[in-house]
T-cell receptor, first 115, second 114 residues
Framework: AQSVAQPEDQVNVAEGNPLTVKCTYS??????LFWYVQYPNRGLQFLLK??????LVKGSYGFEAEFNKSQTSFHLKKPSALVSDSALYFC?????????????FGSGTRLQVQP | NAGVTQTPKFQVLKTGQSMTLQCAQD?????MSWYRQDPGMGLRLIHY???????DQGEVPNGYNVSRSTTEDFPLRLLSAAPSQTSVYFC?????????????FGQGTRLTVV
């Protein structure tokens, strides 16, 4: 079975400071890992994904994530936070190979960026 | 390109009523799925489909039915609504090549069962 843990319900950071949103995963094989963002009253939007190759993945809006296989982590990072980054962030995993192609999501982390 | 379209956006049901949440995508995606989002629990998979005519259960399938008669449409049916089904429902689709493609989500349906 595949699972994802996001240990922080909320992360608070001041505008201009670096931010990190944590994610750890559990899969039986090698993972496909994703980050999504949800703005109020909206659906989820794709930010970035790790499939294979370089452990540092760059995505939309200046976000990046680092895949660490030994720690089974995929933390989301941004060097300088913006107030507009305030939203709900979800980490997701898909096991490979698997016949079950749907994603498993973490419980979400609310990012609050203060001006 | 409309992407994934869900209707309705809001719905209030009485306990015991049935209804269908509609989901349509125009990207020719093979994979479609339904999730429910509850506070503190993230998104939980209800049902999914790997292609027309093929569906399977997710984590929380009880009380819901799905069918996939076409590639484009993947409706979710609530058989007899219960207050525990009060939630926000999201439909998602993704390409069929491999399992590494990102999912596209609809705007959601906010359902209240009274």
């Amino acid at each position: 079975a595949q699972s994802v843990a996001q240990p922080e319900d909320q992360v608070n950071v001041a505008e201009g400071n670096p931010l990190t949103v944590k994610c750890t995963y559990s899969v039986s094989g090698n993972p496909y890992l994703f980050w999504y963002v949800q703005y109020p009253n909206r659906g989820l939007q794709f930010l970035l994904k790790y499939i294979t190759g370089d452990n540092l993945v760059k995505g939309s809006y200046g976000f990046e994530a680092e895949f660490n296989k030994s720690q089974t982590s995929f933390h989301l990072k941004k060097p300088s936070a913006l107030v507009s980054d305030s939203a709900l962030y979800f980490c997701a995993v898909r096991d490979r190979p698997t016949g079950r192609r749907a994603l498993t999501f973490g419980s979400g982390t609310r990012l609050q960026v203060q001006p | 390109n409309a992407g994934v379209t869900q209707t309705p956006k809001f719905q209030v049901l009485k306990t015991g009523q049935s209804m269908t949440l509609q989901c349509a995508q125009d990207m020719n995606h093979e994979y479609m799925s339904w999730y429910r989002q509850d506070p503190g629990m993230g998104l939980r998979l209800i049902h999914y489909s790997v292609g027309a005519g093929i569906t399977d259960q997710g984590e929380v399938p009880n009380g819901y039915n799905v069918s996939r008669s076409t590639t484009e449409d993947f409706p979710l049916r609530l058989l007899s609504a219960a207050p525990s089904q009060t939630s926000v429902y999201f439909c998602a689709s993704s390409l069929g090549q491999g399992t590494y493609t990102e999912a596209f989500f609809g705007q959601g349906t906010r359902l209240t069962v009274v």
